[in-house]
Structure formats: C-alpha cells, structure tokens
C-alpha cells in the first residue's frame, strides 16, 4: 500500500499571475496517481500542519516570523520570484507537515510500502533563514530533521532539475543526514558543484552531481550506481527521502534537461531500492510542465508500489558522464 498525503488547500497558495509555480501543478500531480493504474494501491490521507516547533528544527525565528507577518498582511514577496498570497502561510504548513504526517505514518503502521507527499509549494530552495525560490519553507528539512533529532539516520537524494541549496545548507555540517543532488548546471540558484562535500563533522556527507544541459536518463541513472548508491549503502540509513522534482523532464520550460517521466520513475526505483523496506518518502518539489507533471507523477506512483506504468520511453545518449566520473573520483568509498 501506498500512502498519498496531500490536501486542496495547497492550491490556494498563489505565486502570481502566470507565475510557473501555479495551483494546477498540485491537480496534475494528484491526476497523476489516478491515471497511475495502481489506485486500489493507494491510501489518501490528509496531513497535519506543520506548527513552529516543527519548522524551528530548521528555520530561525525570524524567517518564520516574517512569513507570518506577510501572510497577517495579506500576501506580499518574499523574494524576487517568492510571492505569498493570505494562503500561502497554511499551504506551507500543511507541505511541510504532509512530510512529517508521512513519515510518522510509515513508522507507525507495517502494511505501507512508502509515502509520497503531494503537495506545493516546494521547499528544497529554503534556507535556515531565507525563503527563496518559489520556497517558504523547507518541508523536507523539517521531517528529516525531526527523524535525525531522534537518533535515525535519513538520506536525502534530491532528483530536481534545480539544485536542493537549502537543504545542503541546512545539513551542512551534520553526518547524520546524508544529502545528495542531481541537478542541471548552470542553473538557478548557481549552487551545486561536484566540491560541494559538506564542512566539519558533516565533511564528505554532502555529493553533487551537476549535469550539463540536455543530460539523459542513463546518465542520472548512473549517477545513483555509480556514486550516490554506494555513499548511501556505507552511511546505512534508517531514511530515504526523495524531492523529487519533475522539472528534469525534457518538456519542462525552465529547465534543459532531456529526462522523460520513464527517467524520473526510474531514478525513484533506483533510489527507493536503497531504503529500508518501508521507508521510503518522496516528496513533490518542482515541475511546471503540466502534462510532463502528470505523467511524471502516474510513473512515479507505479513505480511505488512495484508495479511499472511508463507514459514515455527512458532517455539515453546525452551528456554529463564525465561529471559522474568526476564525483566517482571524489567520492571514491574507501
């Protein structure tokens, strides 16, 4: 069984007028598990709202703050390309809270194969103290945090086109949270380089694989045998979380890379494979492709349950293979 954690009033957070990060993206995602041909696998359930104890594992106080007071004001930005709206402060809440609902779930019951929380906005851009990149706040920080704060030790493989800079920042320096990233490079937020390892105690737990544009499926796919399956196989983790963003897909229109939802399904197979039975939380980042979300989403839920739903063929042939050997080297397991 599959738990799906996701709740309508995520759509009424509003970014802006023809903003990329629109509501439609949460109704795609959700027809996504519909069409998945696995829907008697599936169990809705409505999360929790994250409260300020949750989000203060991560956050400072005064990001928190200014967020309610943007909200207490009715809307206003919080960055460049960061717009809240009066709903945006409980649709964030409810995002972050759906990770930890997830999560508290999977622990509690032995009859669920893993989680996928659908939800909006994405978190992975948030910083310990700057709300950025269409993100409030950090949902998948926050559950991992709330998991490694209890003595388990979480992985975190983040598959979004863009690079998951607030949850590397804010796991920096810890070695009881592992955090990988395949992401396109050069792209927003500019962070993200194969020498991005972590700092002191957290040195080496950190892995970035930043791929050119127009890399395919096989190479990602790579990636994760290549060096990010075996990090995780040596660090044992009682967790493995995925954003996944499906923003890699090759219809995606701010990104470049060339992946199809076969390729995102694939990638979550690859990465579910390295969780304990039973552990594995994905959790909805980017994607603003309608359709490319949709089918995205329809693969991704298969592929959870253990059954194969492939809208698209896999990709192959692209470049990027010589920035996996790059962080092969750097990576190399002793």
């Not at 809240?84 to 759906?98: Q, V, Y």
């Not at 893993?114 to 950090?138: E, I, K, Q």
Request: charged residues 25%; hydrophobic residues 45%.
């Amino acid at each position: 069984m599959l738990l799906v954690v996701t709740d309508e009033r995520c759509a009424d957070h509003m970014a802006g007028t023809n903003h990329p990060e629109r509501p439609d993206r949460l109704h795609a995602a959700i027809d996504g598990v519909v069409r998945s041909g696995v829907r008697d696998a599936v169990e809705l359930m409505a999360p929790r709202p994250a409260v300020d104890d949750d989000l203060a594992l991560v956050h400072s106080v005064e990001l928190i703050d200014r967020v309610r007071r943007i909200a207490d004001a009715g809307g206003g930005r919080l960055d460049a390309d960061t717009v809240m709206n009066g709903a945006s402060l409980s649709a964030a809440l409810l995002a972050a809270g759906a990770v930890v609902t997830a999560t508290e779930e999977l622990a509690a019951r032995d009859d669920l194969h893993a989680a996928y929380a659908v939800v909006r906005p994405p978190g992975h851009h948030a910083t310990a103290d700057r709300s950025m990149g269409f993100c409030l706040f950090n949902s998948v920080a926050v559950a991992a945090a709330r998991r490694a704060d209890a003595g388990e030790r979480v992985a975190i493989i983040d598959i979004d086109a863009h690079h998951g800079n607030g949850t590397q920042d804010i796991f920096a320096e810890r070695n009881d949270v592992l955090f990988a990233s395949i992401h396109q490079s050069p792209l927003y937020p500019g962070s993200g380089a194969v020498t991005e390892k972590g700092a002191g105690a957290g040195e080496g737990f950190t892995i970035n694989l930043p791929l050119p544009p127009g890399a395919t499926g096989d190479v990602a796919r790579q990636g994760i045998e290549a060096v990010i399956g075996p990090a995780v196989e040596e660090f044992a983790p009682d967790w493995v979380f995925i954003s996944a963003g499906y923003d890699g897909h090759r219809a995606d229109p701010i990104t470049d890379l060339g992946y199809t939802s076969a390729d995102i399904a694939d990638l979550v197979a690859d990465v579910g494979a390295l969780a304990p039975a039973g552990r594995t939380v994905v959790l909805l980042e980017g994607g603003y492709d309608l359709d490319a979300v949709r089918d995205s989403s329809a693969a991704v839920t298969a592929q959870l349950v253990g059954e194969v739903h492939r809208p698209e063929a896999p990709t192959t042939g692209g470049p990027g293979m010589d920035v996996v050997e790059a962080a092969q080297r750097l990576h190399r397991r002793r």
